[in-house]
């Protein structure tokens, strides 16, 4: 017997097929991806907007509603919380400063920051920082857990294929950013995320890439679980 909720399921799936849809899609386009009648699909859709995940505009294509920030306004409390212990050791292991990354917009926001304990000179990377999501191996890296595009840059194509993105002074003369994708289901927590390190010349890139791959995995594994409790 199946233990999941069919009618929970086709809304979770519509949402990702919308969040994937950066210009909008029609209730039929939406019917048609979910291989349901499209009464049913209108069924969806009234009920994603009534809680604001779903926006119909004046075109009436459907995007994305307010309500999906709501919700990732508030995971993003508990992934800081996941993820510091994790962030610490990673600071540890590479000797740089590691970062968790989101995007908010077109930007790439740093909402967590651990420095290594040696006192050594480390990059002004703080909680608060903010770029485009096309510089910096954190931007990369979050473009690089999207579906491909054509016409993407060939570093979001390389990052998605190698698993990170590696930069050198993209955002600060000397740095050398290493960052990777943390996989997450969009439709369930709102939230687009990455992990990396970055420090000056000195960085030992293999171990960073390494280090920061297995904290993307390890930091994956423990936001499914919360992801599923916020809801």
């Known amino acids: 017997m199946s233990t ?3 009618t929970l399921d086709r809304g979770l799936n519509a949402l990702a097929i919308i969040a994937e849809q950066t210009g909008g899609l029609s209730v039929a386009e ?5 291989a349901v009648h499209r009464a049913i699909a209108y069924r969806i859709v009234t009920t994603l907007e009534q809680h604001g995940l779903v926006n119909r505009g004046r075109d009436g294509l ?17 992934l800081r919380a996941l993820a510091q212990p994790r962030l610490k050791a990673l600071a540890a292991a590479t000797r740089a400063t590691a970062f968790l990354s989101v995007a908010q917009g077109e930007e790439a926001v740093v909402i967590l920051v651990a420095e290594p304990d040696d006192g050594l ?4 990377y703080r909680v608060g920082s903010r ?21 993407e840059a060939e570093a ?37 995320a990455c992990v990396g390190v970055v420090a000056m010349d000195d960085l030992d890139s293999a171990t960073a890439i ?7 995995r390890a930091l994956a594994e423990l936001v499914a679980p919360a992801v599923a409790g916020a809801e």
């Open 131 to 151: 770029h485009p999501l096309s510089l910096g191996a954190a931007g990369i890296a979050i473009l690089a857990g999207r579906p491909a595009e054509t016409g």
């Open 121 to 124: 000179l480390r990059v002004g």
């Open 62 to 78: 459907l995007r994305l509603g307010a309500g999906i920030s709501l919700l990732a306004s508030r995971f993003e409390p508990q």
């Open 30 to 34: 939406l019917a048609e991806r979910l």
């Open 156 to 192: 979001v194509t390389r990052a998605r294929r190698e698993g990170y993105s590696l930069t050198r002074g993209q955002l600060q003369r000397g740095a050398v950013g290493v960052a990777s994708p943390i996989p997450a289901d969009p439709r369930r927590s709102g939230v687009e």
């Open 4 to 6: 999941t909720l069919q």
């Open 210 to 216: 390494a280090e920061v791959m297995a904290a993307a």
